[in-house]
């Protein structure tokens, strides 16, 4: 999983360095134990790699450039004509790179992988290419008739104060130049969008296949309250995902909503964290409850998705703990059983509590009154009919 972005810029005057720098810092949500940056000056300079946006220097020169920030070394994969960072999973990254180098769209045509890419070329073409599925997201955008941007998210351009202007078809091509902006479809679309991105891979002020987030998710907290409706004095979100899963639900059932947590440092998605000394702190500099919030009630607790438990684990020991009365779980997310084969860290089943344990057995372990997950048709309903669940069902689009 991971972020990607490329700007150029129409007048090579600019130097695009900064707005590259704080684009990826944007994008650090779609993870950031990996990153680095190609940029074009007269030839392709690989600036830097292995560093975390926020410390890449403000001294990178170039009127173009992309980035990637993410959880797989190796990218941008360069040469001396063309850089390349991809969001996602190709066959054979070296081969590819030679593949293209020498005929863009032919190697889009051959390559059975799962990806979206931003490529540079020498010759000043930036492009970008979001594969038939459209599993992993691309969005066009510009900082006014300066420069074009491609990235991940829209929230890559906003942050820089730029504008989105669409999303990148399945399957499409889109070369910018100083001269013109050219799309093209190379494949025919067969969308099967991931349906992590909803429920808590983008960032909630951002946009994705036709919908936004924020919206999306108070749409998820409501579908919640219709599937599992509980008697409860509060509810309380998970900070920052699952906040509009609680406002959603509060508002349909007229329960209060309260903030629940506050968080000591910066937050660390614990799934995407690098080491296990940062997983077990990362759970807790993100969840410190409040006391006030909890004590004496009964708690409706809503979480973006449960990997092995362990985070909510927790969680609820120390709701219990500040005096809470009751503890139900409801999960944004249908139940997670199986790997992701596109990039998205989904541990192996052996590890995703909903594949090895019943319901019961999982609100025992977790110390939970109840728990209750999205339905597969709910999600569907609230988000896109044409989704990718192969990490909730096994069952995979046929793609590769
Ligand atoms: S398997 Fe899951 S994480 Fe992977 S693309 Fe499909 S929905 Fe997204």
């Given at each position: 999983m991971a972020g990607i972005v490329g700007i150029l810029a129409f007048?090579?005057?600019?130097?695009?360095g900064k707005f590259l720098k704080y684009s990826m810092v944007g994008l650090q949500h779609r993870g950031y134990a990996s990153s680095g940056v190609a940029m074009l000056n007269n030839e392709i300079v690989?600036?830097?790699?292995?560093?975390a946006p926020e410390d890449?220097?403000?001294?990178?020169?170039?009127w173009a450039g992309i980035g990637y920030t993410g959880?797989?070394?190796?990218?941008?994969i360069v040469n001396e004509d063309v850089a390349i960072s991809v969001d996602g999973v190709l066959r054979n990254p070296e081969e590819f790179l030679k593949k293209f180098t020498k005929d863009p769209r032919k190697a889009l045509e051959e390559e059975k992988g799962v990806y979206s890419l931003i490529a540079l070329t020498r010759d000043g073409d930036m492009i970008g290419y979001r594969d038939e599925t459209g599993i992993r997201p691309l969005s066009l955008g510009g900082f006014g008739f300066d420069m074009a941007i491609i990235a991940s998210e829209p929230v890559a351009m906003s942050v820089i104060g730029g504008d989105f202007r669409r999303e990148i078809e399945p399957g499409e091509m889109v070369t910018v130049n100083s001269l013109n902006i050219k799309a093209e479809r190379i494949k025919e679309p067969k969308k099967a969008y991931c349906s992590i991105e909803y429920v808590y891979?983008?960032?909630?002020?951002s946009f994705a296949n036709e919908r936004s987030i924020y919206e999306t998710r108070v749409k998820i907290g409501e579908q919640l309250a219709e599937e599992r409706p509980i008697d409860a004095d509060t509810v309380i979100g998970v900070p920052d995902t699952a906040l509009p899963f609680a406002l959603g639900y509060s508002r349909k059932l007229g329960i209060p909503m309260d903030l629940g947590f506050t968080r000591t440092g910066s937050p660390i998605r614990t799934m995407l964290a690098s080491d296990s000394f940062l997983k077990i702190v990362g759970v807790q500099l993100k969840l410190n409850p409040i006391k006030d919030a909890v004590f004496g009630k009964r708690v409706v607790l809503i979480d973006d998705s449960m990997v092995t438990g362990t985070t909510l684990k927790n969680t609820i020991m120390s709701l219990r703990k500040l005096g809470a009365k009751e503890v139900h779980v409801l999960i944004g997310?249908?139940?997670?059983?199986s790997k992701c084969?596109?990039?998205?860290?989904?541990?192996e089943e052996r590890e995703l509590i909903a594949a090895n344990l019943g319901e019961e057995q999982i609100a025992r372990v977790l110390g939970a009154d109840s728990i209750h997950w999205l339905t597969l048709d709910g999600l569907k309903k609230v988000?896109?009919?044409?989704?990718?669940t192969g990490c909730m069902t096994k069952s995979y689009p046929k793609v590769i």
């Open positions: 007048d090579r005057v600019w130097n695009v690989f600036a830097t790699k292995d560093v890449l220097e403000l001294d990178m020169e170039g959880s797989r070394n190796g990218y941008p891979q983008a960032r909630i002020d997310s249908p139940k997670l059983v084969p596109y990039g998205v860290e989904v541990p988000t896109n009919y044409n989704l990718c």
